[in-house]
């Protein structure tokens, strides 16, 4: 008996400009925001901020001249080590107390489920008898997701930057004018680095908690071995095995001090780092995706 297909009539309204990845972004970013943990760790950034912005009123209406007390102070402490000077380095320091607390749980939390979910569920298919490719799938989960990394991170970071140049005495802004960018660049590829590479792994475990363990077990071993290595070696490359070493050097370089002392990883390599697990990741991605996806 041969089949004989449905009827249907052409569609004849107006078709929407609305790339086919949006959809999804904005689904991913409701289905992330849904999730009580993602709330508490972005508004705990925020808080953060908030706190930040509140100190440095206070200090800077108690003590407008703190910084210039706190300066030679360093001088006079130092000796002939570095100053304490308040340019882009500060902002380093700021940038690891939203990292470590904030954007590498999250990663995790947002991350551990987005594919997973859709695979174990089978949804792919779901998603690509539609108008929209792996690519674009791809594109716009990790756009939401990164979205969600930066608001707890980066978006903090520039309020505390906007509130300290408008509050500071004249000439603090040319020694940070350039941090809303290095801030920018460091967290987003970071960001990015985190988002593709533990979306790639839950491809492979398709479970939250082994995506978590997986993630954890692997910073904690890397940290570990990068100063072994450095030890038996002395060489700094070495350090680059540990992943921590690279968020530190490639934000100190994105911030404009990409020095290569002898206690850490060479810029140009911890940053060949970070896009090198981007690419793989977004290649293993792509690859576990296509393959789950094929409709026939």
């Known amino acids: 008996m041969a089949f004989r297909a449905a009827d249907y009539e052409r569609f004849t309204g107006e078709r929407t400009r609305t790339p086919a990845w949006w959809p999804l972004w904005r689904a991913t970013f409701r289905r992330g925001w849904r999730s009580k943990w993602v ?137 940070v004018k350039s941090v809303p960018l290095g801030l920018t660049a460091s967290l987003g590829l970071t960001a990015l680095t985190l988002a593709l590479f533990v979306q790639a792994l839950t491809t492979i475990t398709r479970s939250g908690i082994w995506t978590a363990l997986v993630v954890v077990i692997l910073f904690v071993l890397s940290g570990m071995l990068g100063p072994i290595l450095y030890e038996v070696t002395n060489e700094p490359t070495m350090l680059a095995a540990a992943f921590w070493e690279n968020i530190w050097v490639v934000s100190n370089g994105m911030l404009g001090s990409p020095e290569e002392t002898a206690r850490h990883a060479p810029f140009g390599l911890s940053l060949s780092i970070f896009l090198a697990i981007s690419g793989v990741s977004l290649v293993v991605l792509l690859r576990r995706i296509k393959r789950q996806a094929v409709i026939g």
């Open 39 to 175: 709330k508490m760790f972005v508004l705990g950034g925020l808080g953060m901020s908030l706190a930040v912005t509140i100190m440095l009123y206070f200090v800077q209406e108690v003590v407008p001249e703190w910084r210039e007390t706190l300066e030679r102070l360093g001088e006079q402490a130092g000796g002939n080590g570095p100053n304490l000077v308040f340019d882009s380095r500060i902002y380093l320091i700021l940038l690891h107390w939203f990292i470590y607390p904030f954007l590498m749980p999250l990663s995790v939390l947002l991350g551990y489920d987005l594919i997973a979910g859709d695979l174990r569920g089978n949804a792919l298919e779901s998603y690509f008898s539609r108008p929209i490719t792996p690519a674009g799938y791809v594109f716009g989960r990790t756009l939401a997701f990164t979205s969600f990394l930066l608001m707890a991170t980066l978006l903090p970071l520039l309020w505390i930057w906007c509130f300290d140049v408008f509050t500071a005495p004249a000439g603090h802004y040319q020694r």
